[in-house]
């Protein structure tokens, strides 16, 4: 049986990883990404290059996309050089960038109109999840499309889920990033309590992690930042979009998330400051000493 | 080897299974609690009954309070009938309850002038840790004293770390509060979005809890959330009380936590609404359909 020819489009921190799977599993892979220094790592391990979206889609059968923001999936996907322009009819197209339910909903409703078969299926568990493959990947789209694409998202990740129809990927993955949201708050006030009050944090975190206050966060980026280290597994400026993402959501719902609310406050003010390249933990500068008074509420 | 006698004072959800895994031991255990009820069956598997504290206190090598909130700690400590009045000399004295810092470095002083060995050991991981003798166990005061104290504790809990001197247990603990508050607004802003936005919520939980949303919340009180189970495992009356003491250091140390006041003012207002005496995961019934008007921050 030959392997279906696999096209991915975004080679970023994530993007990176989850290509390095498809390819070490044998799939033939093509590569597109905005910036070509950042795919130097899979064209050497032997991936092939396109010029833009629209030739890497006529030369595969899958098309995975991975960028950054939901005007990037938009023009990526129906732009003049964009997948839509160029995939070959019955194909399966699947974006995980995590990007806007009613887009999705557009894009599967396009991708219906031309014959071919598209999910919205974007991905949780950062960095270290992706390198490992071990995602939590958030499904929407039809039945059909999902059971053709399982055995390539099971090569990613470890917790495959169909949430339901068009765009219920991105929905799920906008409530796991308001959980996310309050979850940062929690672990750098935590930490910046530790530390105010005089206790080593590091001995704080093994204490308190194994209890009722564990988290992901906790364990995962609680020691990156005891460490000041800031590096980006997830960007600031990423996760603001998402948590404007689900604010929107939010308000056509007429839900009031005030936790929600404030996490976007103060990520805006992060990224202000100039942390919108800094990964998600970076949170933590704004409770620094002589930071606080950039904190008070007016 | 003869084992110490125990006296184990507040029988309530916690302190109940507390108590019965050192009797389960075989520890000469002795009870008094506020609502003699409350001690009924540690009674009927063996232990003895005491009218107060100092009774207590005069029969035990080593005594044990798990109460309520400060002004009981202070209370049952230097009252008239407190332990100190009845305490034999050398005796240990081990306070669990999520009490103050400041009163906790009081006893310490207190248990030294008269030749008492005092720690401040207040506990993480709910009423099924407790059950499970799983919790998490945060100790504050001398090395001498904790050394004593920790084959008794590890009856209790599995992951047991020294902080520091007096206080250190009780300090570490408001870090873990901090950390639960604000990811107790992440959980139930999670599953709010998800309920609001039409998804299934407890097929999301199965996606969102592997990933990086992913924490001891969700996974214990995202369920019970579902199923509209606000029995405590953690009352919300004393939630409120550990985030006033929080805020209370946080003041002191000028730090400014907005996720923490936040939780706060929500966890007041839930308490005010008549949630003070269910579980702590009943705030999210602050984001149940009609009740999103009573969070518009004015």
Redesign the interface.
């Known amino acids: 049986m030959t392997l279906p020819t696999i096209g991915f489009i975004g080679t970023g921190v994530m993007g990176n990883s989850m290509a390095g799977h498809l390819l070490a599993a044998g799939y033939p892979l093509t590569v597109y990404t905005r910036t070509r220094g950042k795919a130097d790592g899979l064209l050497q391990r032997g991936a092939g290059w396109a010029e833009n979206p629209a030739a890497l889609a006529r030369a595969a059968d899958v098309v995975i996309t991975m960028v950054g923001y939901p005007a990037d999936v938009r023009e990526v996907w129906l732009g003049a050089e964009g997948i839509f322009s160029g995939a070959k009819e019955g194909a399966l197209l699947i974006d995980m960038t995590t990007s806007s339910?009613a887009l999705a909903r557009e894009l599967a409703a396009a991708g219906e109109a031309r014959g071919l078969m598209v999910l919205d299926a974007p991905?949780?568990?950062?960095d270290i999840?992706a390198k490992e493959a071990r995602?939590?990947i958030?499904v929407g789209g039809a039945a059909a499309a999902f059971a053709r694409a399982e055995p390539l998202l099971a090569l990613m990740g470890?917790?495959i889920?169909r949430?339901?129809g068009p765009g219920?990927g991105q929905?799920?993955k906008?409530?796991?990033?308001?959980?996310?949201?309050?979850?940062?708050?929690?672990?750098c006030?935590?930490?910046?309590?530790?530390r105010?009050?005089?206790?080593?944090p590091e001995?704080?975190l093994?204490?308190?992690e194994?209890?009722?206050?564990?988290?992901?966060?906790?364990s995962?980026l609680g020691p990156r930042i005891l460490r000041g280290d800031w590096a980006p597994g997830?960007f600031v400026k990423h996760f603001l979009k998402d948590l404007r993402l689900?604010l929107e959501?939010?308000r056509e719902?007429?839900?009031?998330?005030?936790?929600?609310a404030?996490a976007e406050e103060?990520y805006a003010r992060l990224a202000a400051d100039g942390g919108a390249d800094d990964g998600t933990q970076a949170l933590f500068r704004l409770?620094e000493k002589g930071a606080?008074?950039s904190?008070?509420?007016k």
């Open positions: 339910p991905v949780s568990g950062g999840g995602l939590s958030m470890k917790n889920v949430q339901g219920c929905l799920t906008l409530c796991n990033q308001v959980a996310i949201a309050g979850g940062m708050l929690a672990v006030e935590s930490l910046a309590f530790a105010g009050a005089g206790l080593e001995r704080v093994r204490s308190i194994s209890g009722a206050a564990g988290s992901w966060g906790l995962n997830f689900a959501v939010a719902e007429k839900l009031t998330l005030p936790g929600l404030l103060m409770y606080g008074d904190l008070r509420r």
